[in-house]
Structures are given as structure tokens and as C-alpha cells.
Nanobody
Framework: QVQLVESGGGLVQPGGSLRLSCAVS????????MGWFRQAPGKEREFLAA????????YYEDSIRGRFTISRDTAAKKVDLFMRVLEPSDTAVYYC???????????????WGQGTQVTVAS
């Protein structure tokens, strides 16, 4: 079983930056892939990025590549999503997710956090 708790959301001005964190509670995180998703009002949940816990390889969707960076801290047992040059269209609830790694970082994912709101507005 994996428990995920996101933090770091809030209100940020356009062009600004924000770092989201996901605390991971698991006895075997090395076997997992960790992902970040977001869901804007009226839209489907969108896959953004993922990282393999064991060796740190990453994947990014084209929509956020170059602006968002995913990283994991194995000692602190957390996964971060650093977001820069934020736009109003980045406003959404951001979710951390996990799954047992089976050769791909792509969805679907099995375990979810409760989400953290990010609002980009002036």
C-alpha cells in the first residue's frame, strides 16, 4: 500500500514559479513509478510527468516539457514537481500518483493523493 500527500499548491502570478511536493509513505518505493497529473475545471485528468524511483529516469508530456521538472528525493521519500513560467491555463488541481513499475512510466496509475490546488492569476 502507498499513501501520497501533496503540498505546495497556492496562488501564483503569471510567469511565476511553484514547487509541489508529494510525500510518499511506502516500505518499497524503489519498485514504483511516480507521476504527476492535473485536472482543470470541466476537463479530464491530464498526465504530466513521471519518474522511476529506482534510477530516476523521467518522462514529460509535450504540453509541459521544458517548463516543468520532476524529481525524487529518495532520502526524504518525496517527489517534487517544479513548475516555472506558469500560465493561467496551468490552473488546476495537481495530483501525485504511484504504481508498481512494470516497464513503462505511462498511465494508468494505481495510487493517488488528495490533490493540491494551483491557481495562476494576477
Amino acid at each position: 500500500q502507498v499513501q501520497l500527500v501533496e503540498s505546495g499548491g497556492g496562488l501564483v502570478q503569471p510567469g511565476g514559479s511553484l514547487r509541489l511536493s508529494c510525500a510518499v509513505s511506502s516500505s518499497t518505493p524503489t519498485t514504483y513509478a511516480m507521476g504527476w497529473f492535473r485536472q482543470a475545471p470541466g476537463k479530464e485528468r491530464e498526465f504530466l510527468a513521471a519518474v522511476r524511483w529506482s534510477i530516476g529516469d523521467t518522462y514529460y508530456e509535450d504540453s509541459i516539457r521544458g517548463r516543468f521538472t520532476i524529481s525524487r528525493d529518495t532520502a526524504a521519500k518525496k517527489v517534487d514537481l517544479f513548475m516555472r513560467v506558469l500560465e493561467p491555463s496551468d490552473t488546476a488541481v495537481y495530483y501525485c500518483a504511484a504504481k508498481r513499475y512494470s516497464g513503462s512510466l505511462a498511465p494508468p496509475y494505481d495510487y493517488w493523493g488528495q490533490g493540491t490546488q494551483v491557481t495562476v492569476a494576477s
